[in-house]
C-alpha cells in the first residue's frame, strides 16, 4: 500500500482535480498507456472527476459502478449497509447490531435504492452490462469514509472474475484503509489520517458534482 500522510504540508488537496493529479502519478507504478486490459471506474458522483483525469492520463476506458449507501433510520447519513443494482449488499453488522436497526428497515431500503442506482446507470452510461473478466480496474472515489459503499464494489466487482483490483483513492481513514487493503492486492491512499469526520474536510474546494457533469464526462468514453 502506498501512503503519503500529509500533502503541500497540510493535508488539504486544492480540488479533486489535484488529488487525481497526485493519484496518477502514483499509479505510474503500476499502469501503462493504453493498456486495454485496464478499466477505471469511479464511483459517482465525485469520484468520476477523478476518474476522467486518470483514464484521460493514462489513455485509459472509464466506466463507472455505483453503490448507493443505506443510512439509519433517524440518522441518513450514518452508513448501516451499502448496496449494488443487484442486490449486493454489504451489511456494516456492527452499527447495525449497535443501533439495534430492523431488518423490515434494510429490505425496504434496499428496494428504494435498487431503483434509483438502476435509473442512474441508464442515465450515467446507457445500460446496465458489465465484462470485467481478466480486467485491471482501478477503482476510484474521492474520498471514503465508512468503507461501506467501497467494500460493497469490491465485492461485487470480484464477482466479475477481474485480473486485480487497484483501489486509488486521495484520503481515508486509517482504520478503513487497514479494512480495504486486505480485500485487494494493491491501494493508493495518499493520505490516511487518523482524525477524519468528513472527507469534504480534506479539500480546499470539494464543489457538488452534478449528474449533468457525469454525463458530460462520460459520453467522451463512449465507444
Not at 483525469?53 to 489513455?59: M, R
Amino acid at each position: 500500500m502506498k501512503g503519503r500522510e500529509k500533502l503541500n504540508g497540510n493535508g488539504i488537496f486544492e480540488n479533486r482535480t489535484d488529488a487525481a493529479i497526485l493519484l496518477c502519478k502514483e499509479l505510474e507504478n503500476y499502469l501503462e498507456e493504453k493498456d486495454s486490459s485496464v478499466v477505471v471506474i469511479a464511483i459517482p458522483r465525485g469520484g468520476v472527476v477523478l476518474g476522467d483525469v486518470i483514464a484521460s492520463y493514462f489513455k485509459l476506458k472509464l466506466d463507472i459502478v455505483i453503490s448507493k449507501k443505506i443510512g439509519a433510520p433517524q440518522n441518513p447519513e450514518l452508513a448501516i449497509g451499502a448496496v449494488m443494482h443487484d442486490g449486493t449488499f454489504y451489511p456494516n453488522a456492527e452499527i447495525i447490531k449497535i443501533f439495534n436497526i430492523s431488518q423490515e428497515h434494510i429490505t425496504k431500503q434496499i428496494g428504494i435504492k435498487i431503483k434509483e442506482i438502476n435509473e442512474r446507470l441508464l442515465k450515467f452510461r446507457g445500460n446496465k452490462n458489465y465484462n470485467l473478466k481478466d480486467k485491471t480496474i482501478v477503482l476510484v472515489d474521492d474520498g471514503i469514509a465508512t468503507g461501506a459503499t467501497m467494500i460493497n464494489a469490491i465485492n461485487w466487482i470480484k464477482k466479475h472474475d477481474p485480473r486485480n483490483i487497484i483501489v486509488a483513492i486521495p484520503v481515508a481513514p486509517k482504520d478503513t484503509t487497514e479494512i480495504i487493503s486486505k480485500l485487494v492486492k494493491d491501494t493508493i491512499i495518499i493520505s490516511t489520517p487518523y482524525s477524519f469526520s468528513a472527507v469534504g474536510e480534506f479539500y480546499r474546494d470539494f464543489s457538488e458534482v452534478d449528474d449533468d457533469q457525469v454525463i458530460k464526462i462520460m459520453s467522451k468514453y463512449k465507444s
